[in-house]
C-alpha cells in the first residue's frame, strides 16, 4: 500500500529560488509537450510521450540549455504526466489536458527516489543538498517517490511511501449517515456533527484582504505583501476544514464497517447559486472520499444509497411518505394511526439516517426489505435537508 506524508520546509532563499527554477522548468516542459502533442495530432500523428520525451531531448541542449540547472525530473516527469493525463481522457474519466498558467496554476515538480534521500529532519534534493523538513518523516518503508508543491508561499513535500497492507478487522457494526448544510453529518446512532462553514466564518476578513489587495499598485511590494495574506487566509480555511473532516473520517471507519451514505449530485448542486458556496465549504464530496479510502483500508465498506431515494421524506418505522414536506419542515410528523412515531416528532436528520442505514443494509442483503416510497429529496438539484 502507498501511503503520502505532506511535510513542510524551511528552504533558505537560494532554495526557495532553486524551487520556483524546477517548478517553471517542469511548467514550461509540460506546455511545450501538449503544444507539441495537439500539433501532432492535427497533422494526423499518434503522439505518445516517449517520442515527446525523445525529441524534446534531441533540441534540449541547443534550445532549452536553462534546463539543465535543475534535477533532470522536472524535465522528464511531466512527460509521463502528460500521457496519463491524456490516458485518462481517452477513457472518459478526465477533462483534455490545458496549459498551465505561471500566475494560476500551483507551482510544482516531482523527484523520483533515486534522486532523493530522507533523513532526520531534512532531505537531500540534486544540485540543491539538503533541505530542512518542519517533522520527520512518519511513515517506515521504501520511498517510492516525492512531489514539491508551493502554496501560499511555503513549500511541501509529499513523500509517497510503501508499507505493508494492514489487516482488516471486520467490525460488526453499522451505522447510516445523512449530510447536509445546517449539520455536516447526522449519525443514525442520534449523533450531530454540526458544520463549522469555516469558509462563512472568514468571509470578512477575506473581503477586506481581497480590498486591500486590488487596492495596491501592481508590480508593487505591498502588493506582494496583500497577495501573500490572501493567500494565508485561503490556506488556513482549507487546512481547518481538512483537520474535521480527516479526524470525523477516521473516527466512523475506525468504530463501523458498514457506513450508508447517499450517492448525491454534487455537481448539480454546485450548480445551484443560491448554495453553491455553502455546499462548497462543506465539502460533501471531499467527505465520501475520505471515507471510501479509509473504509477499504480499514476493512469497511461505504454503501452509496441511491441519490433519489427518499430518505428525508419518508418514516423509518412504517414507510409512510410525507410528499409535500418542505425544507422549512425540520421536524418530521408520521401521519400513519398505526405508527409508534404518530404523535411524536422527529428530528428529520435522524429519520433520514436510519431510513439510508436501512437502505444501504437493503442493498448488501443483510435485511430482505428496507422502507420505501415516492418521491425524492432532489427537487430541483437540492437534497431536502439543504437547508
Wanted: with cysteine; hydrophobic share 35%.
Amino acid at each position: 500500500m502507498i501511503r503520502a506524508h505532506k511535510i513542510r520546509l524551511h528552504p533558505t532563499p537560494e532554495q526557495s529560488e532553486y524551487f520556483a527554477k524546477a517548478a517553471g522548468t517542469s511548467r514550461f516542459v509540460w506546455n511545450w509537450a501538449l503544444a507539441e502533442w495537439n500539433r501532432q495530432h492535427e497533422a494526423g500523428e499518434k503522439p505518445t510521450a516517449l517520442k515527446l520525451k525523445k525529441q524534446f531531448n534531441a533540441i534540449r541542449r541547443m534550445h532549452f540549455p536553462w534546463t539543465w540547472q535543475v534535477t533532470k525530473n522536472a524535465s522528464d516527469q511531466p512527460f509521463l504526466d502528460l500521457g496519463k493525463a491524456f490516458t485518462a481522457f481517452f477513457e472518459g474519466k478526465a477533462k483534455h489536458p490545458t496549459f498551465k498558467s505561471k500566475k494560476q496554476s500551483k507551482p510544482s515538480f516531482y523527484l523520483a527516489n533515486d534522486q532523493l534521500e530522507v533523513g532526520d529532519h531534512r532531505i537531500w534534493i540534486p544540485k540543491l543538498g539538503w533541505v530542512n523538513l518542519a517533522e520527520n518523516l512518519r511513515f517506515e518503508g521504501k520511498v517510492t517517490g516525492a512531489r514539491l508543491t508551493r502554496q501560499a508561499e511555503w513549500w511541501f513535500v509529499s513523500l509517497q511511501v510503501e508499507i505493508p497492507d494492514p489487516i482488516a478487522v471486520k467490525k460488526p457494526a453499522a451505522v447510516g449517515i445523512d449530510v447536509g448544510l445546517n449539520r455536516l453529518a447526522t449519525l443514525s446512532t442520534g449523533e450531530h456533527v454540526e458544520n463549522q462553514a469555516f469558509l462563512k466564518t472568514a468571509l470578512k476578513k477575506l473581503r477586506q484582504a481581497n480590498k486591500r489587495l486590488h487596492r495596491r499598485k501592481l508590480g508593487s511590494k505591498n502588493r506582494e505583501k496583500a497577495r501573500r495574506k490572501v493567500a494565508r487566509l485561503h490556506y488556513r480555511i482549507s487546512c481547518l476544514r481538512q483537520d474535521v473532516l480527516q479526524k470525523l473520517t477516521t473516527r466512523l471507519t475506525d468504530s463501523y464497517g458498514i457506513i450508508g451514505v447517499e450517492d448525491l449530485h454534487l455537481k448539480g448542486l454546485l450548480k445551484n447559486r443560491r448554495l453553491a458556496r455553502s455546499f462548497a465549504d462543506a465539502s460533501l464530496g471531499t467527505l465520501r472520499r475520505l471515507l471510501e479510502a479509509k473504509a477499504a483500508q480499514r476493512g469497511g465498506e461505504v454503501i452509496k444509497v441511491d441519490r433519489f431515494f427518499p430518505s428525508s421524506k419518508t418514516c423509518h418505522c412504517c414507510g409512510w411518505t410525507w410528499k409535500g414536506m418542505t425544507l422549512k419542515d425540520r421536524l418530521f410528523v408520521c401521519q400513519n394511526p398505526a405508527c409508534p412515531y404518530e404523535q411524536f416528532g422527529q428530528d428529520r436528520d435522524h429519520n433520514a439516517s436510519q431510513n439510508v442505514l436501512q437502505e444501504a443494509l437493503r442493498l448488501i442483503g443483510c435485511i430482505d426489505q428496507a422502507v420505501s416510497g415516492t418521491g425524492s429529496d432532489e427537487d430541483a438539484n437540492l437534497p431536502a435537508d439543504a437547508g
